[in-house]
């Protein structure tokens, strides 16, 4: 009896941490592409009985062409990606000076950890120059700035239950 809670047990667990792996190779791979992303690829993993020719060999075929350094036969995964979402936009992020390309990774950077390391650092040196006439002037703006940029990255979190 404790054996067969056991064996349930370790099957939900497993099939848990199976769907965080899913998504966190989805959100972290599949829907940010870029250069420093390697190829994601897909194996067909719904019949347990055909696990060495489904699942194995074409795995093992993989990792062996990256190993010789030959492009594998395999097509990588794509992401259907957003046709009104621009890949060249042009943005510029005052508060950490740097420019960022594309809306997606726009998206991804306003909601970077050195993005809002960024947004805490000023939004504390404004605070304490707070007496300035032109501080105060300056920070509803500035708010109101923020959430225009937000948007971007709403748009990209409506995008991820289509994957
Ligand atoms: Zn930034």
Redesign the pocket.
């Known amino acids: 009896m404790l054996q067969k809670i056991g064996i349930e047990t370790l099957k939900q667990v497993t099939k848990r941490y199976a769907r965080k792996q899913n998504r966190w190779v989805k959100n972290r791979f599949l829907s940010r592409p870029g250069p420093s992303v390697p190829p994601i690829y897909g194996l067909e993993v719904s019949d347990v009985s055909k696990w060495e020719e489904s699942v194995l060999e074409p795995a093992l075929g993989i990792v062996q062409c990256f190993i010789q350094g030959h492009k594998p036969t395999a097509a990588p995964i794509k992401m259907p990606y957003n046709e009104t979402e621009n890949k060249r936009s042009y943005h510029t ?1 005052d ?2 000076d ?1 420019i960022i390309i594309g809306d997606r990774e726009w998206a991804a ?2 909601k970077s950890k050195s ?1 809002l390391y ?1 947004l805490k650092k000023r939004r504390r040196l404004d605070s304490d120059a707070v007496n300035t006439v032109e501080s105060q002037r300056i920070s509803p703006d500035r708010d109101k700035e923020l959430k225009e940029k937000g948007s971007p990255g709403q748009s990209d979190q409506e995008l991820k239950p289509n994957i």
Request: aromatic letters at 12%.
């Open positions: 992020c508060f950490c740097r950077h306003i993005h960024q």
